[in-house]
C-alpha cells in the first residue's frame, strides 16, 4: 500500500511539475507574468511538497497506518487542486478575490491539514531506521 501512495505522491508531483513548467514557458512566451503566483504554488505545493511526501513515503512509512495515509494524499492532492484552481481564476481576472475567498481559504487549510496528517504518520513509525534505498 505504502509503494502505491509512494508512486502516486510521485506521479501527481512531476504532472504538477510539468503544468507550472509549462505555464511558466507561457508566461515568457506572452510576456505576461499575471500568473506568477500560481506558478509558484503549481511549483511548490504541488510538486516539491508531493515528493516529498513520496521520498518520507519511501524512506520512513513502510507499513503507515491505511486510513491516514489515504487520508493524507486525498487531502493533499484536492487542496493542491482546487488552490491552483482558485488561483488560476483569480489572476487570469476570471473571478474577483471576495467570491474565490472561500475557496482560497479552504483549499489553504485542507493542505495545512494534510501536513499534519503527514506529521502525525512519520511520528506513528516511532524512531525507526530509514529503509535502504535498492539500486534499480
Known amino acids: 500500500m505504502t509503494f ?25 512566451a506572452t510576456q505576461d507574468h499575471g500568473q506568477m503566483v500560481t506558478h509558484a504554488h503549481l511549483l511548490l505545493v504541488g510538486f516539491l511538497l508531493s515528493m516529498i511526501y513520496a521520498i518520507i513515503h519511501r524512506l520512513w512509512l513502510s507499513q503507515p497506518n491505511r486510513v491516514l495515509a489515504r487520508l493524507q494524499f486525498g487531502a493533499h492532492h484536492l487542496g493542491v487542486v482546487m488552490m ?53
Open 4 to 28: 502505491e501512495l509512494e508512486r502516486s505522491h510521485l506521479v501527481l508531483g512531476l504532472t504538477y511539475a510539468a503544468l507550472g513548467m509549462g505555464l511558466g514557458i507561457y508566461m515568457a
Open 84 to 136: 491552483v484552481t482558485g488561483l488560476f481564476l483569480l489572476y487570469g481576472g476570471h473571478a474577483s478575490h471576495e467570491r474565490l475567498e472561500p475557496l482560497l481559504a479552504s483549499s489553504s487549510i485542507i493542505v495545512l491539514v494534510s501536513l499534519l496528517l503527514m506529521i502525525v504518520l512519520v511520528l506513528s513509525v516511532g524512531t525507526v531506521k530509514c529503509r535502504s534505498v535498492e539500486p534499480v
